[in-house]
């Protein structure tokens, strides 16, 4: 396995959908995240605002089961390849990526995020 | 336009081919990088090792022109849609997630990077 450079003991992680190619999220994994990524065959980060290790779709069901693990040149992120049951995104829609810079909405919402989590979303 | 939320001046980017939705890169971008790739249609960023802005393929030639720009959810993160000329990654690969976990190349190499730069990449 190669040996990863974390910052601050984070690496970034972008997830991306293995069949439509979509690009889904950006988190953060530290060491034992990506330990568990492996381990599990399930996506993993930790979260910068709640300090804790958590698996994508604990609380929503929609998670993600990993294809393939790449990483970068600089061996400094990397990008999971993912079979996303669901959406991605807290807010229902499938990518977190589903804006312009504009403000326009390009995306598709596929749940009701009031139906899903009880308060806010993981 | 979106207000986007920078962490010490800075903002992840995820640079993806518009066409064959490859993940080529990801970079960081302060505000002025996101106002030149807006204006002029080619990506730049900032770099934390050089503390100066740059355009990707200034040296190189390998520039991304800009399709669209996405906005993650928590609007900390962006989606660069590019054409890319040539290769993004520095070694001569395509991209730069040319390598799994474990080491194995999966990535086509494009070109050779001796021929194109001088000493390192950009």
Redesign the interface.
Known sequence: ??ALHYTDGLI?V?V?DAD????L??AYANDEAVRLT?ETGFAHFYSRSRKKLWKKGEESGHVQEIR???????ED???YLVDQKGAA???G?RT????????EI?GDRVFDPSRVYGAKGS
Not at 68 to 74: G, M, N, Q, R, T
């Open positions: 396995m190669i970034p972008v991306q439509s190619k979509e690009v999220m950006v492996r393939e693990i790449l990483v970068d040149c600089d992120c990397l990008l995104c807290h807010t829609y977190c990526f589903y804006r312009t810079l504009e403000g390009i």
